[in-house]
Each structure stands twice: as structure tokens, then as C-alpha cells.
């Protein structure tokens, strides 16, 4: 049985009585396909819409450049903008792309690879899409992914083609529309050729 | 159109389509009965139409804005409050003072959204609503309510819940309890009075001359 609610607008966060487990939430996801679902720590489920066509469409070229270099570089792995991260503050969060170390990768058993990655990856990348408020996705990555381990992040705010780069212990770097990005740390040697990602 | 237009129009466009989805609430993972909060709050219309696609599910919303959702009745309940809901309903035609209605939402003045087995309500004051307003839960308090204990309600809440429709303007408010035969009369400014396994109830206040016969219930 499923009770539905039509014309919802969005965002909307949704906070049960009693929270939803992994699972729940996995399956939760799934009978709502294609919105996207995050989980708060403090349990509340955020009903996002599914991803713009631009924002889509920039989205995956960052995660296939991440990709064809973590390939050949061989260091690490890369997913996608629809996996779900585990963080010890309880929170579920995807990133838009995610590049965790062979090391971490290794140590997850079979089960935990089926449910919500259970770790922060390495490097975590975030595009603002027009409906996305920067404070919002500025604290995500301060609060959340660098707060939970991870060894760098960039933040493409793609309307003002601004990158900010954040690393552990240091104020957030800003570069204006840099022709490319230089990773450091767990993904020193990657480059993000910005002209590229604008097309 | 420059760049500039362009992103203006594709920002409107994202935010214009930044609605109406579809959002299925499996029950497997929210067993009822099951209280949610939406952030933002559901709007009123919201609401009625998350009431009406889901009517296999009783829905209320509390003062605090949480949606509250619970089974509908089992049987048992369902037969003797459609008896009840008859008596009430022929006794206020003759009596000619107010409304009968079953399975009513009404928007109360603490902000929640109240259904009850059966109400009734002064017509003078439901007339004071248009047409178009009683399409959906009118912004008012019923004047006279009856609950009905079930097994899967949880007493404490049904009785947070009496008060709650007294100080929200209810005159008069029963509850009954089919498993212990008792009915529990709540008024504005009393302690709640409790009948054991009384044969009939007297209406007092808004329903004076009513009286219900309790023999169908109990059986």
C-alpha cells in the first residue's frame, strides 16, 4: 500500500516520527525515482527534484573526466552523482562526483557495497545547480564532507564560474573563472580543464 | 537573447519546474499510525488533496503542523458508528438547529486539522461558509463530537485529543469505548465525566434533547 502526494513542490524535507532505516531509505529512494533523497543527521529525509537538464548535462562531464583520470592514475574509484555516503553524523549525502582511495574501497565488504557507502570519500566535487543556494551547499561541504574526513573539495558554482577549493584545516580558496583546476593531496596529477566542463 | 537573459530565463525555468512531483509514502517503512512533518508545511489545498488520494487512511494534521496518519476504522467500529451516525443525523433533521456530519475535517483556531467520527455544528454557523469554502475543511470548530476508542488507538492520545477539541471551541465532546463500555463526556471548563456502561446518554449544551441509546453499541 502507498499513499501518494501529488503536485509536491520542491525541495521538501520530510521528518517521520520514526526514522527511516537504510534500507527504508534505499527503498524509499527507489519508489521515488527520479527525485533524489538525502538523509539530515538529525534523521529528516530532503526530497530534492531530479537534476536540470544543464546541470545534468555539466554533472556527468566532471565525473567522466574524475573517472578517466582515477582510471590511468589507478590510485582510486569515482561515483556518480546518485550514490548515497554513509557519515558517521548519521547523514546520507551524495556528492556530484567522489573519488575514494583503493585502500578505503577495498576494506568494504560485499554487503556494504550494496547499501549506502559506509565512509567519506577522499575528494569530493559539488556543482551548484540554479536552484541550489550556496550558503546551503557551501556549509554541506564544511559541515558535512570535510567535517567527516575528506582530504579536499571543490565547489563549482557554475553560474559564476567561481571554483572553491576547500582542504583540511585551511580557509576555502576561491579561483574566478580559472581555465583549469589543479587537484593536490589524494588526487594530486588530476586536472579539471574548466573549458572543457562550460563546453 | 544575450547570455545574461538566457541564464535569467533558464533560473525561471528551474525554479517554475521545481514543483509538482509526485511523492509516493511507501507504509511498509511508516507502519501507522505514522506522524510526519513537511518542510515546508503542506498549504491547506495541499493538505485536502493529500486527504483525498489517500482516503484508504484517516488524516489529520497537529497543532505543530506534523501529519498525523492512521488506519480507518476496523469494521466493528465502522458499524456502530454508522449507527450512531444515523441517530445523530435524524435527530438533528428533526431538531432542525444544526449539521450532522461524518468523517469531517475541520481547520481549528490552534492551527491543526481535525477529523472526527461524527460532528455536528450549529447550520447557522456552517452557513456562514461558501460553497467553494466547505470544498475543502472549513476554518472552524464543530460544536458537538463523538470518537470512538479503537484498537489501535492509543488512549492517551485520543484523550489529549478531546481536550484539544474543547479548547479549540468543541461545547460538547464523547468518547466511547466500546471494549471498557464507557463514555467519557468532555465540556468547556469541566473535568471530563465518565459513564459505566450507561443504557442511553443524555445531549447537553448545543444538543439538549438528544439522547443516544447505547444498547446497538454494546451488543
Same mark, same amino acid.
Given at each position: 500500500?502507498?499513499?501518494?502526494?501529488?503536485?509536491?513542490?520542491?525541495?521538501?524535507?520530510?521528518?517521520?516520527?520514526?526514522?527511516?532505516?537504510?534500507?527504508?531509505?534505499?527503498?524509499?529512494?527507489?519508489?521515488?525515482?527520479?527525485?533524489?533523497?538525502?538523509?539530515?543527521?538529525?534523521? /529528516?529525509?530532503?526530497?530534492?527534484?531530479?537534476?536540470?537538464?544543464?546541470?545534468?548535462?555539466?554533472?556527468?562531464?566532471?565525473?567522466?573526466?574524475?573517472?578517466?583520470?582515477?582510471?590511468?592514475?589507478?590510485?582510486?574509484?569515482?561515483?556518480?552523482?546518485? !550514490?548515497?555516503?554513509?557519515?558517521?553524523?548519521?547523514?546520507?549525502?551524495?556528492?556530484?562526483?567522489?573519488?575514494?582511495?583503493?585502500?578505503?574501497?577495498?576494506?568494504? !565488504?560485499?554487503?556494504?557495497?550494496?547499501?549506502?557507502?559506509?565512509?567519506?570519500?577522499?575528494?569530493?566535487? #559539488?556543482?551548484?545547480?540554479?536552484?541550489?543556494?550556496?550558503?546551503?551547499?557551501?556549509?554541506?561541504? !564544511? /559541515?558535512?564532507?570535510?567535517?567527516?574526513?575528506?582530504?579536499?573539495?571543490?565547489?563549482?558554482?557554475?553560474?559564476?564560474?567561481?571554483?572553491?577549493?576547500?582542504?583540511?584545516?585551511? #580557509?576555502?580558496?576561491?579561483?574566478?573563472?580559472? !581555465?583549469?583546476?589543479?587537484?593536490?593531496?589524494?588526487?594530486?596529477?588530476?586536472?579539471?580543464?574548466?573549458?572543457?566542463?562550460?563546453? | 537573447?544575450?547570455?545574461?537573459?538566457?541564464?535569467?530565463?533558464?533560473? $525561471?525555468?528551474?525554479?517554475?519546474?521545481?514543483?509538482?512531483?509526485?511523492?509516493?509514502? *511507501?507504509?511498509?517503512?511508516? *507502519?501507522?499510525?505514522? $506522524?510526519?512533518?513537511?518542510?515546508?508545511?503542506? @498549504?491547506?489545498?495541499?493538505?485536502?488533496?493529500?486527504?483525498?488520494?489517500?482516503?484508504?487512511?484517516?488524516?489529520? $494534521?497537529?497543532? +505543530?503542523?506534523?501529519?498525523?496518519?492512521?488506519?480507518?476504522?476496523?469494521?466493528?467500529?465502522?458499524?456502530?458508528?454508522?449507527?450512531?451516525?444515523?441517530?445523530?443525523?435524524?435527530?438533528?433533521?428533526?431538531?432542525?438547529?444544526?449539521?450532522?456530519?461524518? $468523517?469531517?475535517?475541520?481547520?481549528? *483556531?490552534?492551527?491543526?486539522?481535525?477529523?472526527?467520527?461524527?460532528?455536528?455544528?450549529? @447550520?447557522?454557523?456552517?452557513?456562514?461558509?461558501?460553497?467553494?469554502?466547505?470544498?475543502?475543511?472549513?476554518?472552524?470548530?464543530? +460544536?458537538?463530537?463523538?470518537?470512538?476508542?479503537?484498537?489501535?488507538?492509543?488512549?492517551?492520545?485520543?484523550?489529549?485529543?478531546?481536550?484539544?477539541?474543547?479548547?479549540?471551541?468543541?461545547?460538547?465532546?464523547?468518547?466511547? +469505548?466500546? +471494549?471498557?463500555?464507557?463514555? @467519557?463526556?468532555?465540556?468547556?471548563?469541566?473535568?471530563?465525566?465518565?459513564?459505566?456502561?450507561?443504557?442511553?446518554?443524555?445531549?447537553?449544551?448545543?444538543?439538549?434533547?438528544?439522547?443516544?441509546?447505547?444498547?446497538?453499541?454494546?451488543?
Amino acid at each position: 500500500m502507498d499513499m501518494t502526494l501529488s503536485s509536491l513542490p520542491l525541495p521538501v524535507r520530510l521528518r517521520p516520527d520514526v526514522p527511516m532505516s537504510d534500507l527504508d531509505l534505499i527503498r524509499f529512494s527507489r519508489e521515488n525515482r527520479p527525485l533524489r533523497m538525502e538523509r539530515e543527521p538529525n534523521g /529528516e529525509i530532503l526530497i530534492m527534484s531530479p537534476t536540470g537538464y544543464k546541470t545534468g548535462k555539466l554533472n556527468l562531464k566532471v565525473g567522466r573526466f574524475l573517472d578517466e583520470w582515477a582510471e590511468i592514475d589507478g590510485r582510486g574509484v569515482v561515483c556518480d552523482s546518485s !550514490t548515497g555516503f554513509k557519515l558517521a553524523n548519521g547523514a546520507v549525502r551524495s556528492p556530484d562526483a567522489a573519488w575514494v582511495s583503493n585502500e578505503r574501497d577495498a576494506k568494504l !565488504t560485499e554487503q556494504e557495497q550494496e547499501g549506502f557507502g559506509p565512509l567519506c570519500p577522499d575528494f569530493v566535487i #559539488e556543482l551548484t545547480s540554479p536552484s541550489d543556494k550556496l550558503p546551503d551547499v557551501w556549509k554541506k561541504i !564544511t /559541515e558535512e564532507w570535510m567535517a567527516a574526513g575528506a582530504q579536499l573539495a571543490w565547489l563549482i558554482d557554475v553560474k559564476n564560474r567561481t571554483v572553491t577549493i576547500f582542504r583540511p584545516g585551511e #580557509e576555502p580558496e576561491t579561483l574566478f573563472d580559472p !581555465t583549469s583546476v589543479q587537484g593536490d593531496g589524494p588526487v594530486r596529477g588530476f586536472e579539471l580543464v574548466m573549458g572543457r566542463v562550460w563546453g | 537573447m544575450t547570455e545574461a537573459e538566457d541564464e535569467l530565463e533558464f533560473d $525561471r525555468m528551474e525554479r517554475e519546474a521545481d514543483y509538482a512531483f509526485r511523492l509516493h509514502l *511507501p507504509v511498509e517503512w511508516m *507502519p501507522l499510525p505514522a $506522524r510526519v512533518r513537511f518542510d515546508p508545511p503542506l @498549504t491547506e489545498s495541499e493538505l485536502l488533496r493529500f486527504s483525498e488520494t489517500n482516503d484508504i487512511v484517516w488524516i489529520e $494534521r497537529e497543532a +505543530d503542523g506534523a501529519i498525523y496518519m492512521r488506519p480507518i476504522a476496523p469494521t466493528i467500529v465502522a458499524m456502530y458508528s454508522g449507527h450512531i451516525l444515523a441517530d445523530v443525523s435524524i435527530w438533528a433533521e428533526t431538531d432542525g438547529r444544526g449539521t450532522c456530519c461524518g $468523517r469531517a475535517g475541520w481547520c481549528l *483556531p490552534d492551527g491543526s486539522m481535525r477529523g472526527a467520527s461524527i460532528s455536528w455544528i450549529l @447550520t447557522e454557523k456552517l452557513n456562514r461558509f461558501t460553497k467553494e469554502e466547505r470544498k475543502g475543511f472549513v476554518a472552524t470548530a464543530p +460544536d458537538f463530537v463523538i470518537e470512538f476508542m479503537s484498537s489501535h488507538h492509543d488512549r492517551a492520545y485520543l484523550e489529549q485529543k478531546m481536550g484539544q477539541w474543547i479548547a479549540n471551541g468543541v461545547q460538547l465532546a464523547w468518547l466511547i +469505548d466500546s +471494549d471498557s463500555r464507557t463514555v @467519557t463526556i468532555y465540556r468547556p471548563g469541566e473535568e471530563p465525566e465518565v459513564l459505566i456502561d450507561p443504557s442511553s446518554i443524555q445531549g447537553t449544551g448545543p444538543v439538549r434533547g438528544f439522547e443516544l441509546a447505547m444498547g446497538r453499541v454494546w451488543e
